[in-house]
């Protein structure tokens, strides 16, 4: 336990790798090789910068402009319109087919209708007399 | 036919003449009828179905409803004096406590005065017993009674347990008017699981009928014992909205007396706080609610025919059949709907 939280002792440094010493540079003799040309880049860079330009012009000009009028109507190519006019249709009398109406009061049926009575509850044959109350509560 | 009241000193209906029940056709009606309120009460109830179990569920419950109506009808009777009323109408003080029952028709009477423009009026039993025990006239053998009181002005303070009713000392109730209508409602309430039922608080009638039911219903005529002055047959009906109905009677020909040469009776007009001057001999209201048709027919015999006439066309009443010293029969169109 002591050792772990005790001092610890430093190592000594390694000793294998001595001291560098004075000595002639090994390539001092072979010639220093000749540097070549790069070619300029910029023409290009110039190149691909306008061509990204015109590419998002062409984006955002999509994008934003309305759609020509021939694409709203689902066509993308103009259309002559012809008018053509159909052939009248033979008039066929519209028949109205009412089975039931019920008359509200005050409302007369139809002279040719056939009138049917609503029957009406019969009564309970239980009769109970409101009167005037005899000893009061 | 004439009316003839001079010399009688009190008309008293005939006893058990408010309901008459017959064979029906199935299903078969359940109807329990018994002697109460001074009067014929009855409950007639149209069980579920035509089997036995359900008409003796029907029969039950019918019991059963005139048992609590009438525990109700006791707490608030007058000519007790252990009634709920008796209790207040005794008490001396300005704040007197009333329970739940009393104080429920005490707050529907505050309505019903609102509804017939201040016509029924609660606190004139007073004025009602000088009526019919004037001082030193007639031939009343009862002990007269205090002169009617001017200020009857009263309320009810309504806390979480108890309400109380706050009014001038002494200042006395009277139901007659607002009760049965209001006890036959209340009852009617407790059939609320049946198809049709009706609760027949002596002539103060509360109904209710199924889609397509139809029961009569007759208007006592004043002038002759047993007899009709029409009959309506009413129907319940999905399609108008109308299943829910009151039929209530009020009139001047029952409570009546003659002291000397001069006949008074029971409708006090609080406007001159002594019986109402009236031509209407009696009046019958079909409403949506028995208390209603009770407090409406009440003010119509007070107010007379003709103001009568105008003040029911201001309420939305399904008909009305007034009798006149006339000997006229005053109908409201809406009442033709169900002449019989």
Redesign the interface.
Known sequence: MSGIRGHRTARPAPESHPAPTEAAPVHAARPAPVARAKPDARPLRIAYGMGALAAATALVTALVSPPPAGAAAGSATDVALTTVTLPAEPARPVKHVIQYVQLEPGQTAPPNATVKVVPTPKPRVVTITTKQSGAKP | MSLVFADQTVL??GPS?????????EPA?V?VVTGM???TV?V?VRPVDDGVAAAADARRAARSTLRRLGAW?DR????TETSDLARLNASAGVRAPVKPTLAAVLDWARQAEGLSGGIVDVALLDARLAAEHPVGGGRSTTATTAAPRLDRTWSMDRGSRVTFIRRPAGLRF???GV??GW?ADRALGLLGSFPSA?V?A????AIRLGD?????????D?RSKDA?LL?L?L?GSDRDGVGAFG?????T???RWVHGDHATHHLIDPRIGRPARTDIV?A?VLAGTAREAEALAKAAVILGSEAALVALSGHDVHGAVLLTERNELLLTPSTTRWL?
């Open positions: 008293v209906p003449a408010t309901a008459t029940v017959e064979p029906a056709p009606l109807s309120m001074g009067g009855g007639h009808a608030l009777t007058r000519f009277d139901l007659d009760a049965k006890l009706v027949d002596d002539g103060d009638i397509g039911e139809s029961w009569r219903f007759g208007i006592a004043p009709d009959e047959d129907v039929l209530a009677t009020s009139g020909s029952v409570h009696q019958t019989a």
